[in-house]
C-alpha cells in the first residue's frame, strides 16, 4: 500500500477518531514525496506500522471522594513506539480525554522525540479525570489508585511518564510516590519531579522557554528581532506562563492569556510582577484567569479564545485546535508574522493552510515544543548517572536542541522558493529517522 492508501485504510478502520486520523493524515502527506522514494518501505508496509501504536493498554480508575463516594475514571497508556528508546511521553487528566486524544498525542510524540536527537520513543496515556475543582487529597487518591494499575507497564528503562494537560508538578509527586512503593525501587520512571527527587533544573520552564529558542531560530531566519514584538499567548498553565516569562525577559509585550472560560487582554503588556500572580493563581489557588481582569482592570471575554487582538505572534499553549480557519485569516489579515505552536496540534489543517499560503513563519508543535521533552531526557540522563546539572547547563543543552531541531526543518523543509516549510521539515525529520531504525530492527 502506498501512503494514501494507508490513510484511506486507517480511516476505514478508526472512523470515531478524528484527532488520531488528523496527525496522521498531516504527517503522510507531508512525507509522501520522501516516501515514493524509498520502493522498498511498501513492501514492509512502513506507514501502517509507524502509524499504529505498539500497544494500548486500558484500566477503570477507582477512587473516593471527600464525601465518601467511590468514583470511577478511565486511565490509559498508548506506547507507540520505542524503535529509538524507551516509551517516553507525558500523562494528560482531563476531562476531553478519549483513545483518539490520547492516540494522536503518542504518534505525534515519537516523531517529537526522534527529532530532539536524544534516545526516546513515544507513548502518551492519562485519564478523563479532571484536577480542576478536586481537593488535595482527593487528587493524592486518584493519582494513586492510577499508578496502581499503570506501573506494571512502566520503568526506567520501558516507559517514562511525564506532565501535560492537568499533570504537573504535584500530580507527578504522589504518582511517583506511589510507584516506587510498588516497584520499591527509586528511579527515574517518572520526569518532571521536584528538584529534590531527581528532578531536572530548568524543566518546569522547558516547554515554554524552548518555544521561544525555536522561535528566536525563525526570526533569525528573517533577520527580525524579538524585541517591542506584540504577542499573544493562549492558556495560563505550565507552558504558556514560561512562554511569558521568557518574552518577558526579551522584551517582548505579551497582551493575552486564557482558559477554557475564556481570555484576558492587558494592553499594557504582562510585565514580570503580573505574571508572578498568575502562576500564584494557577499553581496555589488554582483559581479562573477571569480573576486577573479583576485585579489589573483590564479586559476579560468569556467563552472565546485570544486570536482576534491583534498580534506580531501567537503562540497557542493550550490545547489541540483551537486555532481554526477564520481565526488563522483573523491574525494575518491582523499583520502576525509568526505562529510557534507551545501546545499540541493547536491549529487545524485549514489554520495551518492560511498560515502557510500567506508565507508567515510557523512552527509546528511538534518542533517548537519539543523542549520540553528533551529536557525529560535530560532529566533522564542526570538520574541515570545520578547527578545534577545546573541551570546553565541545562539551559545551553536544551537553547542547543532547539536549534538543532530547526536545523533539521530548514534541511527537509526549505522549498524553491526559500520559504521553510516547517511541517514538511520536521515530519521528513522525525519520520526518516524512526523509519531507518525501524527497518534494520526486522519485522516486529
Ligand atoms: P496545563 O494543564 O498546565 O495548562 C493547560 C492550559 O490550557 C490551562 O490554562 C487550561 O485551562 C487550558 N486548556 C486546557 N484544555 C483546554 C480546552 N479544552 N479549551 C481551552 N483551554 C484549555 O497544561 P500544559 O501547559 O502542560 O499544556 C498545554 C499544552 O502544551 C498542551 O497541548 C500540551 O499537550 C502541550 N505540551 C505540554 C508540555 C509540557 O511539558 N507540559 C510539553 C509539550 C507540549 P483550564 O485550566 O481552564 O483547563
Ligand atoms: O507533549 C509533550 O511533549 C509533553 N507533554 C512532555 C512529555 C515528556 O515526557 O516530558
Known amino acids: 500500500m502506498n501512503a494514501q492508501e494507508v490513510l484511506n485504510e486507517l480511516k476505514r478502520r478508526f472512523p470515531n477518531e478524528p484527532e488520531y486520523l488528523q496527525a496522521v493524515t498531516e504527517v503522510l502527506e507531508s512525507i509522501e514525496e520522501v516516501y515514493n522514494q524509498y520502493p522498498e518501505f511498501e513492501k514492509l508496509n512502513l506507514v501502517e506500522r509507524l502509524c499504529i501504536p505498539d500497544r494500548i493498554f486500558s484500566f477503570r480508575v477507582t477512587w473516593v471522594d471527600?464525601?465518601?463516594?467511590?468514583?470511577?475514571?478511565?486511565?490509559?497508556?498508548?506506547?507507540?513506539?520505542?524503535?529509538?528508546?524507551?516509551?517516553?511521553?507525558?500523562i494528560r487528566f482531563h476531562a476531553s480525554v478519549n483513545p483518539s486524544i490520547l492516540k494522536f498525542l503518542a504518534f505525534e510524540q515519537t516523531f517529537k522525540n526522534a527529532l530532539t536527537t536524544l534516545p526516546m520513543g513515544g507513548a502518551k496515556g492519562g485519564s478523563d479525570f479532571s484536577p480542576r475543582g478536586k481537593s488535595n487529597a482527593e487528587v493524592m487518591r486518584f493519582c494513586q489508585a492510577f499508578v496502581l494499575e499503570l506501573w506494571k507497564h512502566i520503568g526506567p528503562d520501558t516507559d517514562v511518564p511525564a506532565g501535560d494537560i492537568g499533570v504537573g508538578g504535584r500530580e507527578i509527586a504522589y504518582m511517583f510516590g506511589m510507584y516506587k512503593k510498588l516497584s520499591k525501587e527509586f528511579t527515574g520512571t517518572f520526569t518532571g519531579k521536584g528538584l529534590e527527587f531527581g528532578g531536572s533544573l530548568i524543566r518546569?520552564?522547558?516547554?515554554?522557554?524552548?518555544?521561544?529558542?525555536?522561535?528566536?531560530?525563525?526570526?533569525?531566519?528573517?533577520?527580525?528581532?524579538?524585541?517591542?514584538?506584540?504577542?499573544?499567548?493562549?492558556?495560563?498553565?505550565?507552558?504558556?506562563?514560561?512562554?511569558?516569562?521568557?518574552?518577558?525577559?526579551?522584551?517582548?509585550?505579551?497582551?493575552?492569556?486564557?482558559?477554557?472560560?475564556?481570555?484576558?487582554?492587558?494592553?499594557?503588556?504582562?510585565?514580570?510582577?503580573?505574571?508572578?500572580?498568575?502562576?500564584?493563581?494557577?499553581?496555589?489557588?488554582?483559581?479562573?484567569?477571569r480573576e486577573y481582569a479583576e485585579k489589573y482592570n483590564c479586559k476579560y471575554v468569556e467563552g472565546a479564545r485570544p486570536w482576534g487582538e491583534k498580534c506580531d505572534i501567537a503562540l497557542p499553549s493550550a490545547t489541540q485546535n483551537e486555532i481554526g480557519e477564520d481565526d488563522a485569516k483573523t491574525l494575518v489579515a491582523n499583520g502576525c508574522i509568526a505562529v510557534s505552536e507551545g501546545a499540541n496540534m493547536p491549529s487545524t489543517p485549514a489554520a495551518?493552510?492560511?498560515?502557510?499560503?500567506?508565507?508567515?513563519?510557523?512552527?509546528?508543535?511538534?518542533?517548537?515544543?519539543?523542549?520540553?521533552?528533551?529536557?525529560?531526557?535530560?532529566?533522564?540522563?542526570?538520574?541515570?548517572?545520578?547527578?545534577?546539572?545546573?541551570?546553565?547547563?541545562v539551559d545551553a543543552k536544551l537553547k542547543d536542541i532547539m536549534q538543532s531541531i530547526h536545523a533539521q526543518c530548514v534541511k527537509y523543509g526549505?522549498?524553491?522558493?526559500?520559504?521553510?516549510n516547517y511541517v514538511k521539515g520536521a515530519n521528513i525529520a522525525g519520520f526518516m529517522k524512526v523509519a531507518k531504525t525501524v527497518i534494520v530492527q526486522g519485522i516486529l
Not at 259 to 285: A, Q
Not at 366 to 389: C, D, I, P, Y
Not at 414 to 420: F, L, N, R
Open 414 to 420: 526549505a522549498e524553491p522558493d526559500g520559504y521553510i
Open 204 to 289: 518546569p520552564e522547558a516547554t515554554g522557554y524552548g518555544n521561544i529558542y525555536f522561535l528566536l531560530e525563525m526570526l533569525k531566519t528573517k533577520n527580525i528581532d524579538i524585541k517591542g514584538k506584540v504577542c499573544t499567548v493562549s492558556g495560563s498553565g505550565n507552558v504558556a506562563q514560561y512562554t511569558v516569562e521568557k518574552l518577558i525577559e526579551l522584551g517582548a509585550k505579551v497582551v493575552t492569556l486564557s482558559d477554557s472560560n475564556g481570555y484576558i487582554y492587558d494592553p499594557d503588556g504582562i510585565d514580570s510582577e503580573k505574571l508572578e500572580y498568575v502562576k500564584e493563581l494557577k499553581e496555589m489557588y488554582r483559581g479562573r484567569i
Open 352 to 393: 495551518i493552510e492560511v498560515f502557510q499560503n500567506a508565507k508567515i513563519l510557523y512552527a509546528p508543535g511538534k518542533a517548537a515544543n519539543a523542549g520540553g521533552v528533551a529536557t525529560s531526557g535530560l532529566e533522564m540522563t542526570q538520574n541515570s548517572v545520578r547527578m545534577s546539572w545546573s541551570r546553565e547547563e
Open 66 to 90: 471527600d464525601r465518601g463516594n467511590v468514583r470511577t475514571n478511565m486511565g490509559y497508556r498508548i506506547q507507540h513506539s520505542n524503535a529509538i528508546g524507551p516509551y517516553k511521553g507525558g
